[in-house]
């Protein structure tokens, strides 16, 4: 069946981008309603759906926006985390147009709404299952692809020039347990240029190295060092489990992906839902 939240979880927590002070307050909803997003900071803003055909940026993560121009960005964290979580409805309010980044992962997320508990709903849950193999490649050697499979499981493969990351690979089924002790735990990474040429630019004000990995040639810069083993390429999948997450089902299929991000997870849902032949939608 179907599930929301037990009772209302509220994060207090900066934005990645703006660094002000952003409040999120996620409550249940009713069957069939989905992941929903309102703007609790502008009046009368319309529930806007999680799902990739309302997904407007993909560049520094996956951001909706509604007709009005309005953004919610950075929401991949929390879409993993409720998927992981079996949560298929729910009502997320944020006041600002970004996310709070909170531990840079998924495990605040996954913690509070587990703590919070789950409501089993009178419908059943509805499963994306995919019947045909569908590929999406980039100009520059990225891809990915999505084929049948009896559970959600995702093969991702990344090779960083920095020698503390190298090449990375995860392959395996995605469930509750593995999501909690090898995803959710692992922060997004940059390179410390990176940081420089983005703070320049007025962006990541609210980064730190609680939230984010930072590379530094062949050093990494944070004192603790990594969280998990190939915390880098789990923290890709991560991204990409909340990104599959806007196909507004759960998945039965397999998601192998290729030094791929945000851009080419929306990609390939767009082209997976082109085909009506490419997919089936049954009830669990
Ligand atoms: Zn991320």
Do not use: W
């Not at 609680?210 to 603790?224: E, H, M, R, S, Y």
């Amino acid at each position: 069946m179907q599930h929301t939240i037990a009772k209302s979880v509220e994060f207090n927590g900066v934005g990645l981008h703006s660094g002000v002070a952003v409040k999120l307050v996620i409550e249940p909803a009713d069957a069939g309603t989905g992941i929903v997003f309102v703007r609790s900071d502008i009046s009368g803003f319309a529930p806007l759906a999680a799902i990739y055909s309302n997904v407007v940026d993909t560049r520094n993560c996956t951001c909706l926006g509604d007709k009005n121009g309005q953004i919610i960005s950075t929401i991949e964290h929390l879409m993993a985390a409720l998927s992981a979580l079996k949560i298929d409805n729910a009502l997320v309010k944020v006041n600002a147009p970004e996310m709070p980044i909170l531990d840079g992962g998924a495990l605040l997320f996954y913690n509070e709404l587990k703590k919070a508990g789950l409501a089993e709903q009178s419908a059943p849950r509805r499963i994306l299952k995919i019947v045909k193999k569908v590929e999406f490649h980039d100009d520059k050697g990225n891809h990915v692809t999505l084929e049948p499979s009896e559970q959600f499981h995702v093969h991702f493969t990344i090779d960083f020039p920095s020698p503390v990351v190298g090449h990375q690979e995860f392959d395996g089924a995605i469930n509750e347990d593995i999501f909690f002790s090898q995803i959710a735990p692992c922060r997004t990474f940059c390179e410390k240029s990176q940081i420089d040429y983005l703070r320049s630019i007025g962006l990541i004000k609210g980064g730190s190295l609680d939230n984010a990995v930072v590379l530094d040639g062949d050093k990494i810069l944070n004192p603790d060092g990594f969280r998990v083993k190939n915390e880098c390429v789990n923290h890709k999948v991560l991204d990409a489990i909340g990104d599959m997450a806007t196909c507004g089902f759960a998945i039965k299929g397999k998601l192998t992906a290729y030094h791929s991000g945000h851009f080419h997870n929306n990609q390939i849902l767009q082209v997976l839902f082109a085909n009506s032949s490419n997919y089936t939608i049954e009830e669990e």
